[in-house]
Antibody, heavy 119, light 111 residues
Framework: QVQLQESGPGLVKPSETLSLTCTVS??????????WSWIRQPPGKGLEWIGY???????HYNPSLKSRVTISVDTSKNQFSLKLSSVTAADTAIYYC???????????WGQGTLVTVSS | QSVLTQPPSASGTPGQRVTVSCSGS????????VNWYQQLPGTAPKLLIY???QRPSGVPDRFSGSKSGTSASLAISGLQSEDEADYYC????????????FGGGTKLTVL
């Protein structure tokens, strides 16, 4: 059973960089069959796809966030990470990591972590 | 404003059949498979239907999906109280800046 777990600071100051890590167990980020993705959900609102990374390091980002997002992978630790720069209050959300299939179905999700942007 | 359009709310009584619609365009639903997610209160989304009509292991056959042209639908038959949740459709949008797009979500209330 694949499990994903997000970790990182729950509070980030405006203009700083949000950094989160997703640790995968029961599966490998080196699998060539899947992408590894980040999705976010502002409190009380809908889902927004942030982007994904492939084990080779190739990435694909939501165009609305592309200028501020970096997703990276550490195959030795079976982890992948998200960095979102120049955050504002609008970036306050629950951030989820997930496994994404080749047809873009998100079949395993982490429990999510709330990140609040506030001074 | 979401790329995929869903009704904000839906409701039904126990045992009824309800449907949730998802409308898109030729660059998304019209050219890519649709996936559906169920989000129970306070929990992470769960994959409910993938590739338009397929159910992951463990999802009851009361849940079914369909797609026609640039629209898709989720049907829930034999509605149960535990089906009260938010439902999201999603697909790949193959426009100039291709990415995964979600519908705005439909809150299903079991009366």
């Amino acid at each position: 059973q694949v499990q994903l777990q997000e970790s990182g600071p729950g509070l980030v100051k405006p203009s700083e960089t949000l950094s989160l890590t997703c640790t995968v167990s029961g599966g490998s980020v080196s699998s060539g069959y899947y992408y590894w993705s980040w999705i976010r959900q502002p409190p009380g609102k809908g889902l927004e796809w942030i982007g994904y990374i492939y084990y080779s390091g190739s990435t694909h980002y939501n165009p609305s966030l592309k200028s501020r997002v970096t997703i990276s992978v550490d195959t030795s630790k079976n982890q992948f990470s998200l960095k979102l720069s120049s955050v504002t209050a609008a970036d306050t959300a629950i951030y989820y990591c997930a496994r994404e299939g080749v047809k873009h179905d998100l079949d395993y999700w982490g429990q999510g972590t709330l990140v609040t942007v506030s001074s | 404003q979401s790329v995929l359009t869903q009704p904000p709310s839906a409701s039904g009584t126990p045992g009824q059949r309800v449907t949730v619609s998802c409308s898109g365009s030729s660059s998304n639903i019209g050219s890519s498979p649709v996936n559906w997610y169920q989000q129970l209160p306070g929990t992470a989304p769960k994959l409910l239907i993938y590739t338009n009509t397929q159910r992951p292991s463990g999802v009851p056959d009361r849940f079914s999906g369909s797609k026609s042209g640039t629209s898709a639908s989720l049907a829930i038959s034999g509605l149960q109280s535990e089906d009260e949740a938010d439902y999201y459709c999603a697909t790949w949008d193959d426009s100039l800046n291709a990415h995964v797009v979600f519908g705005g979500g439909t809150k299903l209330t079991v009366l």
